[in-house]
C-alpha cells in the first residue's frame, strides 16, 4: 500500500494541475464593445421635388420627421408629416413670418410664373377644379358654334 501512495504523489508532483482539476485556456480573444452599434438603415428623408419642378396630384414633395416644412396651397400632410400634391403644377417654396420667427412653407402652383403665397386680392383665387383648370377656358360666343 506504500508503494501506490508513493506512487500516486509522485504523479502529483509531477503535474501541479491535478489536484486542481482541468484549467480551460481561452481559444479565441475578448472582442470588445461597439459604441454606435451599426444601427438601422436610412430612411430616405428629404426633399424628392425640387422648386420649378413639375408635379402630378399624389407625387411625394418632402419626407420630414417633424414639420420642418409646412403645407401651403394645393398640398397636404400625410400622418408621417410627409408632403405631398393634391394638384398638378410647379413647386413652389417660401416663409411667412410666424409668432415671432419664420415659417417654411411647400405649395403648388398652376402656372410656372406664379408666385406663393398667392395674392387673391389682385390675382382672383385659384380655379383649379378637380382634373380641369377652370382658368384654362375662356367663354366662347353661342355664335361661334355651329350646329349640326
Known amino acids: 500500500m506504500s508503494l501506490s ?7 502529483t508532483a509531477r503535474s501541479p ?3 486542481l482539476g482541468s484549467v480551460r485556456t481561452a481559444t479565441k480573444r475578448a472582442g470588445g464593445t461597439v459604441r454606435n452599434h451599426g444601427g438601422s438603415p436610412g430612411k430616405r428623408l428629404g426633399l424628392k421635388k425640387f422648386s420649378d419642378q413639375h408635379v402630378i396630384p399624389g407625387n411625394i414633395i418632402v419626407r420630414q420627421r417633424g414639420t420642418q416644412f409646412h403645407p401651403g396651397q394645393n398640398v397636404r400632410m400625410g400622418r408621417d408629416h410627409t408632403i405631398y400634391a393634391t394638384t398638378p403644377g410647379f413647386v413652389r417654396f417660401y416663409k411667412q413670418k410666424w409668432l415671432r420667427g419664420d415659417r417654411k412653407f411647400i405649395g403648388v402652383v398652376l402656372h410656372r410664373g406664379e408666385k406663393l403665397p398667392r395674392d387673391e386680392t389682385a390675382l382672383g383665387r385659384s380655379r383649379y377644379f378637380g382634373l380641369v383648370d377652370l382658368t384654362a ?3 366662347s360666343s353661342p355664335s361661334s358654334q355651329t350646329s349640326a
Open 5 to 11: 501512495f508513493l506512487a500516486r504523489c509522485c504523479e
Open 137 to 139: 377656358f375662356t367663354k
Open 17 to 19: 494541475f491535478s489536484l
